[in-house]
């Protein structure tokens, strides 16, 4: 049985979501944070010799990190349909955005929370210039695609949304200035499967589409 072991208002929000536009059965284990520290709990951290969220279980499989629960899952129960096959158009921007929501900027926006902390200084904001020149490039590309894949949803998306939503809540960013990316959090908003998956997810918090 897939089981999606969940850290409220985490990044496996994107494993829910994901199991929901499958359409497929899986088990939601909700693991609250520490009231104190905000910090996953030890039996969260303990799945994982990492001990960050998403995992999932599947059988005797322990499996973390995002982009390949997501592979696995969309592989294994979802037939590809979520992916982009070689040879089929879109296929390099498939691969480049499902990777560049986690090798690019994730990393950009945790750089910037920590940046706005630790205050200025010519390396951090020579860092925090790399969120800014993410920002730009995905409000680029949702200028000439309805996806970031193309014409069609996939995977590539749910690795994305993440960072340009409740991400915001750790590291701020005004919206107003990227229209394409807000057109496009509202298409994401609209989805039944992502309103489901909010709602099994992490009832009762409002995720920042805006």
């Not at 985490?10 to 499958?22: F, G, K, T, Y």
């Not at 960050?52 to 995002?66: F, K, Q, R």
């Not at 560049?100 to 920590?114: C, Q, T, Y």
């Not at 298409?187 to 099994?200: C, E, L, T």
């Amino acid at each position: 049985m897939l089981v999606v072991h969940h850290l409220g208002i985490s990044q496996s929000d994107r494993i829910v979501w994901l199991c929901e536009e499958l359409a497929i059965s899986y088990e939601l284990k909700h693991y609250d944070r520490d009231p104190e520290t905000r910090m996953a709990p030890a039996a969260y951290r303990a799945l994982t010799p990492f001990g960050t969220a998403p995992v999932i279980t599947d059988g005797d499989l322990v499996l973390g990190e995002s982009a390949a629960i997501v592979e696995y899952i969309d592989a294994t129960y979802g037939d590809g349909r979520l992916s982009i096959r070689p040879g089929a158009p879109g296929y390099a921007d498939y691969l480049f955005w499902f990777h560049f929501a986690n090798g690019s900027l994730m990393p950009s926006a945790m750089i910037d929370m920590i940046a706005s902390v630790a205050g200025g200084g010519d390396l951090l904001d020579a860092l925090r210039a790399r969120l800014d020149r993410a920002y730009a490039q995905i409000e680029a590309r949702l200028g000439q695609a309805t996806w970031l894949a193309g014409d069609e949803f996939s995977a590539a998306d749910i690795l994305s949304v993440f960072p340009l939503t409740t991400m915001r809540l750790f590291a701020p960013r005004d919206l107003a200035p990227y229209p394409n990316i807000r057109a496009y959090l509202q298409r994401i908003g609209a989805r039944p499967a992502f309103q489901r998956a909010m709602a099994k997810a992490d009832p009762g918090f409002e995720v920042p589409l805006r």
